[in-house]
T-cell receptor, first 112, second 109 residues
């Protein structure tokens, strides 16, 4: 059974048109992460939540926002996607910081 | 120089061969992760280890904390093992993961 679910798996959006990616988890983990992975590159951490505490990486562009309305769900909002934001977006969870991370299947974002 | 270095970058093997992928890191860590990513797909966590050795099926991971080095071994490799294998280290109070660039493994039948 899927434990970290990401929707949609593939998302196409237009340049400048806001888009929201969704992640949900059935593990009841405290920590949720959003990573950006561009082609042939390593994943790059954008943010993470410990419960409702939001942690933003210093180099995450302001164009990216995140919401965690409850334990199970976390959203990544891209306010004005540019061509450079096309990437695979990976959600991960862990019970606590420093514990094993469980990754979702990712959402591949295309910006036209 | 990257904090996490993997070798080789690309590896091609014949089905049945024993595979070794290496990871070296230059910082103090809490734990090291080995991850698998199939082309165009999401990431699967294979191992998380902070000392010694772990085994799961045909996969074995070892770590030497003093030498700051870890290896991932695949015994009796199979074409379905073809994927990118990523080494990542976790450290810091918020346990941020730092990823290596990955090793692309292709196992031919």
């Amino acid at each position: 059974d899927a434990m970290v679910i990401q929707n949609p798996r593939y998302q196409v959006t237009q340049f400048g048109k806001p888009v929201t990616l969704s992640c949900s988890q059935t593990l009841n983990h405290n920590v949720m992460y959003w990573y950006q992975q561009k082609s042939s590159q390593a994943p790059k951490l954008l943010f993470h939540y410990y419960d409702k505490d939001f942690n933003n990486e210093a180099d995450t562009p302001d164009n990216f926002q995140s919401r965690r309305p409850n334990t199970s769900f976390c959203f990544l909002d891209i306010r004005s996607p540019g061509l450079g934001d096309a990437a695979m977006y990976l959600c991960a969870t862990s019970r606590e910081e420093g514990w094993e991370q469980y990754f979702g299947p990712g959402t591949r974002l295309t910006v036209t | 120089k990257n904090e996490v270095e993997q070798s080789p970058q690309n590896l091609t093997a014949q089905e049945g061969e024993f595979i070794t992928i290496n990871c070296s890191y230059s910082v103090g860590i809490s734990a090291l992760h080995w991850l698998q990513q199939h082309p165009g797909g999401g990431i699967v966590s294979l191992f998380m280890l902070s000392s010694g050795k772990k085994k799961h099926g045909r996969l074995i991971a070892t770590i030497n904390i003093q030498e700051k080095h870890s290896s991932l071994h695949i015994t009796a490799s199979h074409p379905r093992d073809s994927a990118v294998y990523i080494c990542a280290v976790g450290r810091g109070s918020n346990y941020k993961l730092t990823f290596g660039k990955g090793t692309l493994l292709t196992v031919n039948p």
